[in-house]
């Protein structure tokens, strides 16, 4: 996808499986997009954000719920 997203006002937030670790993947529902980052990156100018659209990340959500384990080519 490729679209600007304004993450100014973003709200990230990590799962409660991280255990409160600052090495984990953040997400943020902005309007119709997703935001991940990596949470090591928090404050970083130039931290890389990927944003997928929602129906991209409930795909995802529902193929690892399902324990779908080869995910990546």
Not at 56 to 64: A, I, L, Q, T
């Amino acid at each position: 996808m490729n679209k600007k997203v304004d993450l100014t006002t973003a709200v990230w937030v990590k799962s409660d499986m991280s255990n409160g670790g600052d090495n984990c993947l953040e997400v943020a529902f902005v309007d119709d997009v997703v935001a991940l980052r990596d949470s090591v990156d928090v404050g970083e100018p130039d931290a890389k954000v990927l944003v997928v659209s929602r129906q991209d990340y409930n795909f995802f959500v529902k193929s690892v719920q399902a324990g779908q384990r080869d995910l990546l080519p």
